[in-house]
T-cell receptor
Framework: KQEVTQIPAALSVPEGENLVLNCSFTDSAIYNLQWFRQDPGKGLTSLLL?????REQTSGRLNASLDKSSGRSTLYIAASQPGDSATYLCAVNSGGSNYKLTFGKGTLLTVNP | DAGVTQSPTHLIKTRGQHVTLRCSPISGHKSVSWYQQVLGQGPQFIFQYYEKEERGRGNFPDRFSARQFPNYSSELNVNALLLGDSALYLCASSLGTGVETQYFGPGTRLLVL
């Protein structure tokens, strides 16, 4: 059974700081891994998708890496801004007959002005 | 193009009642998945439908059911509501090949009293 863990559960940083969010998963046989952002009480916004054959993906100030063999992914946010404050969720697609995502509990990020 | 839409946005029910939640996927997407997110947790997979057929079911009781229509929209039905069914219900759509990004709607917030 796939399990996804995100560390830390919460993170508070001053504006402008670079930061790293961590995600680990127990079963390395995955199709892909997706990072999402969730604002309070809202749905999920897709940030980055990394296929199992890829090592990293970049979008603007965001960079996600994937080390499938060790079961780890990181989301790097450069030059953080108060608008980055949200919960960041990591989800793994383990394939099979359906395309279900297994989520971690998320990291609550607060960027202070 | 419109994103994934869900209705209603909020709903209040009492224990024992029945509820129907609706989801319209992004145009061209043939797969719809449903997730339940309770406060402080990551979303949990409930169902996935592709081309009107159920492709996967998560660890939820038979009180939960779903279907997909010819236009690829979907309904999630929950019977005999319990207090523990209070959650944010999220719908995700994708093309259906299994390796692409899943896009989430804003969710329906269900409160069971």
């Amino acid at each position: 059974k796939q399990e996804v863990t995100q560390i830390p559960a919460a993170l508070s940083v001053p504006e402008g700081e670079n930061l790293v969010l961590n995600c680990s998963f127990t079963d390395s046989a995955i199709y892909n891994l997706q990072w999402f952002r969730q604002d309070p009480g809202k749905g999920l916004t897709s940030l980055l998708l990394i296929q199992s054959s890829q090592r990293e993906q970049t979008s603007g100030r965001l960079n996600a890496s994937l080390d499938k063999s060790s079961g780890r992914s990181t989301l790097y946010i450069a030059a953080s801004q108060p608008g980055d404050s949200a919960t960041y969720l990591c989800a793994v697609n383990s394939g099979g007959s359906n395309y279900k995502l297994t989520f971690g509990k998320g990291t609550l990020l607060t960027v202070n002005p | 193009d419109a994103g994934v839409t869900q209705s209603p946005t909020h709903l209040i029910k009492t224990r024992g009642q029945h509820v129907t939640l609706r989801c319209s996927p992004i145009s061209g997407h043939k797969s719809v998945s449903w997730y339940q997110q309770v406060l402080g947790q990551g979303p949990q997979f409930i169902f996935q439908y592709y081309e009107k057929e159920e492709r996967g079911r998560g660890n939820f009781p038979d009180r939960f059911s779903a279907r997909q229509f010819p236009n690829y929209s979907s309904e999630l039905n929950v019977n005999a509501l319990l207090l523990g069914d209070s959650a944010l219900y999220l719908c995700a759509s994708s093309l259906g090949t299994g390796v692409e990004t899943q896009y989430f709607g804003p969710g329906t917030r269900l409160l069971v009293l």
